[in-house]
């Protein structure tokens, strides 16, 4: 077998599934922005697109608690303990370093500009880049079908609206082409596309679907 070959039988044991059952305990309240979907579906799905791009059980571990230490309160401590420190470095290293409660309008493009400065460095390693690629991939594709079905209201679910969060998207779309090309950064520029396009419809010519028969 190919070192190629080996690095993409990955083996799915007991601690992904306890991954599992510790992020679905941490994140049991929460549900993605603007509905009633449980916060988990966007872990399992982070992780699945890591576990594609051909990462390991710790990077879908670690894709899994990506948002345990800024949406629930647990520390980069107890991840290691839990978890190991691999995989709380993973965590750590696609954790925003501001505090919940300085989540505003005001400072989101500061919180961003760090995180893509983060991914730009050198020092980052490929797991941090694999993990928020994936996280940004998902979140590309759930904001374009949100778009598609509810309208320019979506972006009022966040701290920053259409101008900035493509800014943000495209941005990170570069950084992991150059720095982790391959299955996550083709599909990570088709996501950003797409967005693009159909909040142009919006910006251009209204509701994409106000012309149909």
Sequence with gaps: MSNDEKHRATVIGPRFVEAVEYASKRHRAQRKKGGDVPYVAHLLGVAALVLEDGGSEREAIASLLHDVVEDTGVSIKAIRKRFGRKVARIVDGCTDTRKQKKRTAKNWKKRRTLVLDRLRDPCTSTSVMR??????????????ADLRRHGPE?????????????????SIAVIVSARHPGFLADELRV?????????????????????AS
């Design 131 to 144: 993990v928020k690629a994936a996280d940004s991939l998902y979140n590309a594709r759930s904001m374009s």
């Design 154 to 170: 979506v972006w009022q679910r966040f701290h920053a609206g259409a101008v900035d969060q493509l800014w943000y998207y495209r």
């Design 191 to 211: 996501a950003v596309q797409d967005l693009e396009r159909v909040s142009g419809w919006w910006f251009d010519v209204g509701h994409p679907q106000s012309s």
